[in-house]
């Protein structure tokens, strides 16, 4: 679990060690792949976060960030009220 205080860290700091965390707790690839630097650089102070992803990281947030936006859009007037994750079946993703 990360050791930073949310109470105190700004938003950058908080995403780049969720993100540290997620690398480190549930690995995607095989050992030995190549990882990827993301960096968050915290607007306030200009100090840049670098973490270290496998590329099975990036399909996993990007297919995670693409369902949000779809739960997003849908929840408009003009969507069809579905949750972007689970279609509106309220199951585990995938399932």
Do not use: I
């Not at 780049?16 to 990882?35: H, I, M, R, S, V």
């Not at 859009?73 to 995938?94: F, I, K, L, W």
Request: hydrophobic share 35%; glycine share 10%.
């Amino acid at each position: 679990m990360t050791t930073v205080d949310p109470t105190v860290e700004q938003p950058a700091v908080l995403f780049a060690a969720a993100l540290q965390e997620l690398a480190e707790t549930y690995p995607t690839d095989p050992e030995g792949t190549d990882t990827v630097a993301v960096t968050v650089t915290d607007p306030a102070t200009g100090k840049q976060h670098q973490v270290l992803v496998q590329p099975g990281h990036l399909g996993w947030l990007t297919s995670t960030v693409m369902a949000e936006m779809a739960t997003c859009r849908n929840g408009h007037a003009d969507g069809n009220s579905q949750c972007g994750h689970c279609a509106g079946t309220g199951r585990t993703y995938g399932r």
